[in-house]
């Protein structure tokens, strides 16, 4: 800033400043009855009568009939500037920095242009100055330049020469009306961020692609190298099959123990692996909001359906696909206060089941089957539930004297044994025709919450909050023994699979794995999810699905490849909710 009192030295030491105008009054005074100019500053002065005169840089201007002086700088100074929402013609929203130097012309003519085009009513002008008044002329410059180019052509700077001779014919006017000149050319950089991320996630793919290929010659040299192992392993497998059938009373399974731990571990992935999948799956059902989400499991990148479902019992929190007593498949879908009805194939509920009660529920129906002409269901809070079905009347509480102080009732589940649930601690099994207490069998002597439950025509299994997976044989509530101890993390899912009499147990326990092990030896594999804490899984002939702990993806595995899912599929990317639940439908 320029005080009333001109210091001469101290001005013209400003870097900043290209020019400025003082009365005369406070430029001369008693002592000062001159003005030396510096080398590369020149001087207008108006004398009282309207005259201008010229002073060459360096010269001295005299005081006499003085009235204002105008003292400019000769040489050149670097203006920078920094344009935004400069669009490409590919629509990518760029940032320009443009760098230029300018100086005034040392005549009369143009300094006084200079006097009436940038200071104006001002006493200075600055490079911040000169920025702001030829900002408009760049920007419609740069604008008509990138509105005809793509964003590469802008930031790798493949016409340059172009910009050039459109920015100073851009220039050329307002730069004549201020007596000012260009000195060289203006230099010019675009950058922007979302083609910068664009370029980067893109070399980043690319990058992948080629691990993935390195990755894949080496699986396949692999598999070259172990399709002829695994020949030998079946050869060596069929002859024990042989002798187990030719001899009743030796089972594969013991036959299988004979050998060491290593190679019963790849005879076992042999005897795995040989053993087509009874049923194959055709969709993917995931409960999610208010929607069924359907993927095709062999290509689940996205939903290939999505089925809204009313919200007339609320949002959805489970689904299961169940038998009719024709063998088709039903799907029942728990909300949180009722159970919708529907086909696989079709676009909504045949019929809605909805809850007596429907305010304060924190909750909502875990789990629901068919059981001869009913509907059961599984409410925490409001216990076992009953609906007559294709009637949509409300639920009709049973089994009330067994989940009356329970807090945490789940898993209902029918099959040829009976209607099996849990409450707390206790598995509970009725007969499906006959659902009372006094018909019930308990098996207790879990020491913690049940948190999955799986059943069949023989045997009970059960995981706990504390990790451990118990069985009992069915009708016999004194038989618990303990499958696995667990690290008190909570089994969630689990399944038991026969391969020609080997059974194989899965189960997750909230870990960076899906378990499988088979039971009466130690061997034993995981399927690893990369990192991923996996907290719920289904299970089929062919694949395991997973869900993991922020419940926003599934990953998928091939039940012959456990070192790495083979899909991850981002659930809540498409449809904006956490997944609820999923169940595998199979091919009819």
């Excluded at 600055?126 to 005809?148: G, K, W």
């Excluded at 050039?164 to 851009?170: I, S, V």
């Excluded at 894949?216 to 497998?237: K, M, N």
């Excluded at 909570?490 to 020609?500: F, K």
Aim: hydrophobic share 40%; net charge negative; aromatic share 6%.
């Amino acid at each position: 800033m320029v005080s009333n009192r001109f210091d001469p030295r101290r001005f013209f030491r400003q870097n900043d400043t290209v020019a400025a105008a003082f009365p005369a009054d406070e430029l001369f005074g008693f002592f000062a009855r001159t003005l030396q100019l510096p080398p590369d500053w020149a001087a207008l002065v108006t004398l009282k009568h309207g005259e201008q005169k010229l002073h060459a840089a360096g010269s001295t201007v005299p005081s006499e009939e003085a009235a204002e002086v105008l003292v400019a700088r000769c040489t050149s100074v670097e203006v920078t500037l920094t344009e935004e929402g400069i669009i490409s013609a590919d629509r990518y929203r760029c940032t320009a920095n443009l760098r230029l130097r300018l100086r005034t012309i040392p005549e009369r003519s143009e300094l006084a242009s200079l006097r009436k085009h940038l200071l104006g009513s001002h006493r200075v002008v600055t490079i911040a100055s000169l920025a702001r008044y030829l900002q408009p002329a760049l920007r419609r410059a740069l604008l008509s330049f990138a509105e005809t180019r793509h964003v590469d052509v802008l930031i790798d700077q493949k016409d340059t020469d172009d910009l050039r001779a459109l920015l100073q014919q851009e220039l050329s006017g307002p730069c004549f009306e201020a007596g000012l000149t260009l000195d060289g050319s203006v230099e010019t950089q675009f950058y922007s961020d979302t083609y910068r991320q664009m370029r980067v996630t893109a070399e980043a793919a690319a990058l992948r692609r080629d691990e993935h290929d390195a990755q894949r010659q080496l699986e396949q040299a692999l598999e070259t190298a172990q399709a002829a192992h695994l020949g030998h392993l079946e050869q060596l497998l069929g002859r024990l099959k042989t002798v187990a059938d030719e001899s009743p009373q030796a089972k594969i399974g013991d036959l299988l123990k004979t050998f060491s731990e290593t190679e019963r571990g790849e005879l076992y992935e042999a005897l795995f692996a040989a053993q087509p999948p009874a049923t194959t799956t055709q969709w993917l059902v995931v409960a999610a909001g208010n929607e069924l989400l359907y993927y095709d499991p062999a290509s689940p990148q996205e939903p290939v359906r999505r089925v809204p479902l009313p919200d007339t019992v609320g949002a959805l929190r489970s689904v299961q696909c169940v038998s009719d007593s024709d063998g088709s498949t039903v799907l029942l879908i728990g909300a949180a206060c009722g159970v919708h009805e529907m086909a696989p194939e079709e676009n909504g509920p045949a019929f809605t089941y909805p809850t007596a009660k429907r305010d304060g529920l924190r909750g909502g129906i875990n789990a629901a089957t068919l059981a001869g002409s009913q509907v059961v269901a599984s409410h925490s809070e409001l216990g076992v539930l009953m609906w007559e079905r294709s009637q949509t009347s409300e639920a009709i509480p049973i089994l009330t004297d067994l989940t009356g102080d329970a807090r945490v009732i789940r898993h209902v589940q029918h099959t040829p044994g009976g209607l099996f649930f849990s409450a707390d601690e206790r598995v509970i099994q009725v007969p499906a025709d006959r659902m009372l207490a006094e018909a019930a069998t308990v098996y207790s002597g879990s020491q913690a919450v049940i948190t999955a439950l799986w059943t069949n025509q023989k045997r009970v299994l059960a995981g706990n909050t504390a990790g451990q997976v118990l069985e009992w044989t069915l009708g016999d509530p004194g038989s618990m023994r303990v499958l696995h101890s667990g690290h008190d993390r909570a089994v969630e899912s689990l399944e038991l699979v026969e391969h020609d009499g080997v059974e194989r147990l899965f189960f997750t326990d909230t870990s960076s794995a899906i378990h499988a092990r088979v039971l009466g030896d130690t061997f034993a594999c995981r399927y690893e999810a990369g990192g991923q804490t996996i907290r719920r899984a289904e299970f089929a002939a062919d694949w395991i699905v997973g869900t993991n702990e922020l419940r926003d993806r599934l990953m998928l595995w091939s039940l012959t490849s456990p070192a790495q899912p083979m899909h991850v599929i981002p659930v809540s990317r498409t449809c904006g909710r956490s997944i609820q639940d999923i169940c595998l439908l199979a091919n009819t």
